[in-house]
């Protein structure tokens, strides 16, 4: 199994329709991540999440809401759905503390892609 | 926020050497990252960089940092069409990652 798994992979909704995506995680990572991934403009940082009791917005949050439930759960919802958000979501995890012995890599689901008409 | 940048595409021969660039703002980072997506797959790191260094060689890649010009290089040796993928450079936080430069492997 997967150590970050995304659900749904794939939605297609209507304009106005509220989503959730959602992240799970095995590893055991404080830190949690939503990413948009679209052509040409790469991966931008939606919400983040240092531990259950933080959440902290990101590069491109407006239209967007997330709930941390647990450390192994990180939910992304779009209240309102609009098409100019249909792209590729990742979540993504890392360990705490960068140093020496931890790079702080990321590591990724497999995606989730919306679109939305 | 911080500003990376990378050229959006690249295409090599088989066995020719690929070199990908990447340019950033924040020079704040304890380690600078590379990243490869395969088609219809999430990233996964591919090599970093403390920053602290000036090169890195892992096999076929190696990574250079310019830390005056905050320039960052990703090179691929005898590069096949395995490598090829969406290579992504992220700074320390990674709250910022770049572009993403698409590379073609030609057979």
């Known amino acids: 199994d997967a150590d970050v798994t995304q659900t749904p992979r794939n939605r297609i909704t209507k304009t106005g329709k509220r989503i959730m995506l959602e992240c799970s995680q095995t590893k055991g990572h404080d830190r949690m991540y939503w990413y948009r991934q679209d052509p040409g403009l790469g991966l931008r940082l939606i919400y983040y999440s240092f531990d259950v009791k933080d959440i902290n917005k990101g590069e491109i949050s407006d239209g967007y809401s997330v709930s941390r439930q647990a450390q192994a759960k990180f939910s992304l919802s779009l209240e309102s759905a609009i098409p100019n958000q249909t792209a590729l979501y990742f979540c993504?995890?890392?360990?705490?503390?960068?140093?020496?012995?931890?790079?702080?890599?990321?590591?990724f689901g497999e995606g989730s892609r919306l679109t939305v008409l | 926020g911080e500003d990376v940048e990378q050229s959006l595409f690249l295409s090599v021969r088989e066995g020719d050497s690929s070199v990908i660039n990447c340019t950033y703002t924040?020079?704040?980072?304890?380690?600078l990252y590379w990243y490869k997506q395969e088609p219809g797959a999430g990233l996964q790191l591919l090599t970093y960089i403390f920053s602290n260094m000036d090169m890195k060689q892992d096999q076929r890649l190696t990574v250079l940092l310019n830390k005056k010009d905050k320039h960052l290089s990703l090179r691929i040796a005898d590069t096949q069409t395995g490598d090829s993928a969406i290579y992504f450079c992220a700074g320390g936080n990674q709250f910022y990652f770049g572009t993403g430069t698409s590379l073609t492997v030609i057979p």
């Open positions: 993504a995890t890392s360990d705490l503390t960068v140093g020496q012995a931890n790079t702080g890599e990321l590591f």
């Open positions: 924040d020079s704040s980072s304890t380690y």
